[in-house]
T-cell receptor, first 116, second 110 residues
Framework: NAGVTQTPKFQVLKTGQSMTLQCAQDMNHEYMSWYRQDPGMGLRLIHYSVGAGITDQGEVPNGYNVSRSTTEDFPLRLLSAAPSQTSVYFC???????????????FGPGTRLTVL | GDSVTQMEGPVTLSEEAFLTINCTYTATGYPSLFWYVQYPGEGLQLLLKATKADDKGSNKGFEATYRKETTSFHLEKGSVQVSDSAVYFCALTGYSTLTFGKGTMLLVSP
């Protein structure tokens, strides 16, 4: 049971390049999400998904795209990287606790992205 | 919308001191409340949680009580250790999103 895995751990991009951050979980969680963590800002939600084929925007979705074709995978795409997207990105997953919504989130180890 | 406010850090303590990190929230409905901890270079992991008013979450000597009347979920520990040095995040869950506070860094010296 690997939990939540993220690749790569580190990435350096040039402005305008595109890339995909990978996230996978093996716990059969319905809910998956992407956060970015910046100094003094805490964690901010980028996109989330409550099941395969269903995605929605979080607090800071601009410049990012997601899809959820399987329960296990939830990749995050940067369409045209900008220096403002330099951050640490965390993927998380959880069960949906019936009518009460998301339960305890399990986090991946993070991807540290630098955009030059 | 939902929001979480927690005390700014860093909080600097000596080993065996008493710890309190304040957390207050604004939310509609009846959210679940969480404390997550982040050790250097790692992702967040759940420390404790409470799902309804007056519930007390506890783990590894840490405790927090869900106080609906004061909309608070303060984190406490009676005697901190150097290994408790980390960043602590208070959070609440709505139906499909999790809202975090900005985090409080705790530094414990021997």
């Amino acid at each position: 049971n690997a939990g939540v895995t993220q690749t790569p751990k580190f990435q350096v991009l040039k402005t305008g390049q595109s890339m995909t951050l990978q996230c996978a979980q093996d716990m059969n969680h319905e809910y998956m999400s992407w956060y970015r963590q910046d100094p003094g800002m805490g964690l901010r939600l980028i996109h989330y998904s409550v099941g395969a084929g269903i995605t929605d925007q979080g607090e800071v979705p601009n410049g990012y795209n997601v899809s959820r074709s399987t329960t296990e995978d939830f990749p995050l795409r940067l369409l045209s990287a900008a220096p403002s997207q330099t951050s640490v990105y965390f993927c998380a997953s959880s069960y949906m606790a019936g009518g009460r919504g998301t339960d305890t989130q399990y986090f991946g180890p993070g991807t540290r992205l630098t955009v030059l | 919308g939902d929001s979480v406010t927690q005390m700014e850090g860093p909080v600097t303590l000596s080993e065996e001191a008493f710890l309190t990190i304040n957390c207050t929230y604004t939310a509609t409905g009846y959210p679940s409340l969480f404390w997550y901890v982040q050790y250097p270079g790692e992702g967040l992991q759940l420390l404790l949680k409470a799902t309804k008013a007056d519930d007390k979450g506890s783990n590894k000597g840490f405790e927090a009580t869900y106080r609906k009347e004061t909309t608070s979920f303060h984190l406490e520990k009676g005697s901190v250790q150097v290994s408790d040095s980390a960043v602590y995040f208070c959070a609440l869950t709505g139906y499909s999103t999790l809202t975090f506070g900005k985090g409080t860094m705790l530094l414990v010296s021997p």
